[in-house]
Nanobody, 118 residues
Framework: QVQLVESGGGLVQAGGSLRLSCAAS????????MGWFRRPPGRAREFVAG????????YSRDSEKGRFTISIDNSKTSVYLQMNSLKPEDTAVYYC???????????WGQGTQVTVSS
């Protein structure tokens, strides 16, 4: 199985930047890619960005605008989310996730809190 551990969350001011990291261990070969979700206060979990091992990336509406960038290292054991020009509405618990070949997001980290102050 797969274990995912996020890091890099914290408190930043609006307009600042933050880079989230996720370390994967275990049966990482069972995944076709990894990605990031977030759960804002009082809202449902939502997709942020994902990347297949092939390098194909998919972004949410906000990250598609260029503020967020996802990357995966060559060993396929870590995924990153570079977040720039942060806004208060980006405040959420951010979760790392692993996707299996049928498209299901099966593996999940415990989450890391990102708080953006105004």
């Amino acid at each position: 199985q797969v274990q995912l551990v996020e890091s890099g969350g914290g408190l930043v001011q609006a307009g600042g930047s933050l880079r989230l990291s996720c370390a994967a261990s275990g049966r990482t070969s069972s995944m076709r890619g990894m990605g990031w979700f977030r759960r804002p206060p009082g809202r449902a979990r939502e997709f942020v960005a994902g990347m297949k091992w092939s390098g194909e990336a998919t972004y949410s509406r906000d990250s598609e605008k260029g503020r967020f960038t996802i990357s995966i290292d060559n060993s396929k054991t870590s995924v990153y989310l570079q977040m720039n020009s942060l806004k208060p509405e980006d405040t959420a618990v951010y979760y790392c996730a692993g996707q299996i070949p049928d498209g299901t997001w099966r593996y999940w980290g415990q989450g890391t809190q990102v708080t953006v102050s105004s």
